[in-house]
């Protein structure tokens, strides 16, 4: 039994549907001729804080009870995951706090306030930013929503392949990048669910392989330290989510650095959407001609697009 | 009598339909929080060759009869334009023949030779492409399809605003930006004809205000060389534009440089979408609360997403 199953990824689609976007689905004739396949674009750059995170961190919220939700929610995150909660606590009307390294961006520590959230600034390290954590949580009782292995996160993210399936319901295969594994994981159990035969493929950085690794030895491991372009994807697969990967996945490409930030651009290029690199990782693998999706019909989530616009990575 | 009318438009409606995007209508709430009106965003950047163009070419060009169409078109342009005739003619099968100034931009170049058009280098000065056109012309009995003036041209441009109008039919206002004023004088054409109450802005550059100069004074004229960041907007107002100018706006707002950059940066910020300087202006005016649109639900026409990325204005 695996820790998320389809029923979860059905109630969180009910539960965030009046709350988040459906986002557009897009395509562009250029970039299936350079890609050598038939490219469908879920936009969830296009998603509100700009990113596929509003999803899971509003399953999250909205499936707490009236009890739990009194106390509020806590996370620790430099990114996506901060604003997406601070938002979802806003639409709830309860309280977040949100632990940050004291070396985040300034982008998204503004993001986060503006949305609401109480900052908690702590020393950018893992163990700093647990330990405040779990000091707000002891003295608030709120409830931790851990980024990307929350089983409540993991069924939220899969209701962006609930809705793609159902726009696209003709798609030869799926994929997805892997950071923390959320996404992938939810793609992975939705996609599974309503397209038996889709063939699913996840995406990383050769430079953040640990998910490949654990993925190919069976066996949780946190790689070597994670060195890409693709700030998003720096994190490690998480326990709940390694498991959903095993089962599912069909095929599982890395990529290089050079071609995520290729992909990256030709993206820009070709659709004028503003992709951050993390999103650029499947379009990658795609240009690598990797995960046997040549001459398909391909779905692509494209997962947010926050990037620092002084700061792009071809110049 | 204006020299384009509402069933010219709706002629070119129905002509370009199958082969161009009914582009979505985006939306941001912090964009409308920043700029203090409820925005509705007609994404052209996401057009066919990245640019409402595509909707003028492929009414002229599908306008032509069979006997005009077996010479071919011809035009003379380093910008959107010559793509989208390039694309038009491929479209119904004709030749295309577009005169290039040396020092167009490689990207421009190689777009129209990836679409099928034909080349011909010029020097740059209006002088030489008026002459190369025109020996083309002489030469191959082709049909010259102005960028801008062309009243096919013009009403396929307002097909946009058909779209938008029909997707969004409560707008108070629409508002698109000046170059040669293609787009605006069909715009305002369906819009008045459409929705006979709601307030028309044109909106322009300070530093390319030809448009704004001669329709204040009610005379046509050149203004000062155009000296803007807004590359698609350095033409001059058609003499066939400026009447329907004339009788159709309600205001009319220029705008700083310095707006048009941060309005871009904005847009890409908050909506995560590509666009060129040019689709920023009238965002820019909405930045200077200029064109009387606060608190209204305002209609802009984003205009196309074709950037040099090595190269933003913001750097």
Known sequence: MLPVTFNDVAAAARRVAPHVHRTPVLRSRRLNDILGADIFLKCENLQRIGAFKARGAHNAVLALTDEQAARGVVTHSSGNHAAALSLAAATRGIRADIVMPENAPRAKVESVRRLGGQITMCEPTIAAREAAAAAIVASTGGTLVHPYDDPHVIAGQGTAAVEFLD???????????????????????????????????????????????????GSWTAGDPPNTVADGLRTTIGHNGLPILRALLDDFATVS???????????????????????????????????????????????????????????
């Open 257 to 315: 650095e050079a071609s995520i930030v290729e992909a990256m651009r030709l993206v820009w290029e070709t659709t004028k959407l503003v992709i951050e690199p993390s999103s650029a990782v499947p379009v990658a693998a795609l240009l690598e001609r990797k995960g046997g999706m040549q001459g398909k019909r391909v779905g692509v989530i494209l997962t947010g697009g926050n990037v620092d616009l002084d700061k792009l990575p071809w110049q």
């Open 167 to 217: 726009e696209c319901p003709d798609l030869d295969a799926i994929t997805a990048p892997v950071g923390g594994g959320g996404l992938m994981a939810g793609t992975a159990i939705a996609a599974r669910h309503i397209c038996p035969s889709i063939r699913i493929v996840a995406t990383e950085p050769e430079q953040a392989d640990d998910a490949w690794r654990s993925w190919s030895s």
